[in-house]
């Protein structure tokens, strides 16, 4: 695979469509590519992994894309980042903030918060995946750890759903709640649902959830 003869406007575009379509290798190909063109991680990211990733979570919202072409999408920018990750922790750059995710105790569906966790990657954020059937105390230690900006919980049945309010309430006893935004989703959570048990925003799918988080950071930026 050899994109040596691209223009770099064409190198980023072609990186944006392979990743749109998909296509691991190509998307590893390019990143070096553009590496060895003299790019920082940092714009690699920019222009081409976050570049493509954006136009995939547009049509997704608009249902032009459905998950399996986005979770192909979001395996295709992994490939970038395996490259890009531990040059970004060398040159130390700004991650546009921190999240920590997980679904939530008694549940073990993963697919949409995976989801969710590549797209928050795929924006520019640093994320904590906690993986399945996480409990309060677990969540706890996370933000203790990481202190992150953002914390996403998910849930995919009506029996766990509850839970999300044992972690809202556990934050509060521990005098956190005021230091993390609190994000929910998954298929039976509502807005309304959201709102009950005091969470700060309801992600209604991986693309929503992004735009949510990014809106957030910046408002808190501007403060």
């Known amino acids: 695979m050899d994109f040596s003869d691209l223009s770099d406007e064409d190198l980023w575009l072609q990186m944006q469509d392979d990743l749109y379509d998909g296509m691991k290798e190509e998307v590893a190909a390019q990143t070096r590519e553009a590496l060895g063109r003299g790019f920082s991680p940092q714009e690699v990211l920019g222009l081409g992994l976050v570049a493509g990733m ?6 997704f919202r608009d249902g032009v894309l459905f998950v399996p072409e986005v979770l192909m999408a979001a395996n295709a920018m992994k490939a970038g980042m395996e490259i890009l990750r531990p040059l970004l ?5 700004a991650r546009i903030g921190t999240m920590v995710i997980g679904t939530v105790k008694g549940d073990i569906h993963d697919i949409g918060k995976n989801l969710v966790a590549m ?3 795929g924006a520019g ?3 904590i995946n906690l993986g399945i059937n996480n409990d309060a105390d677990k969540f706890l230690e996370a933000i203790k750890q990481h202190q992150p900006d953002i914390i996403g919980m998910s849930a995919l049945l009506t029996t ?4 999300m309010k044992v972690v809202i309430d556990a934050l509060g006893e521990e005098g956190l709640r005021d230091t993390v935004y609190v994000m929910v989703g998954g298929a039976p959570v509502t807005e309304t649902f959201a709102k009950a048990v005091g969470a700060d925003a309801y992600g209604r799918d991986a693309a929503v959830a992004v735009e949510l988080a990014k809106a957030f950071m910046n408002k808190r930026r501007a403060a």
Do not use: H, L, Q, R
Not at 89 to 93: F, N, Q, S
């Open 54 to 59: 954006d136009i995939v979570g547009v049509d």
């Open 89 to 93: 922790v060398e040159t130390g750059a």
């Open 119 to 121: 797209m928050m990657e």
């Open 125 to 127: 954020f640093e994320v």
């Open 160 to 163: 766990t759903m509850p839970y």
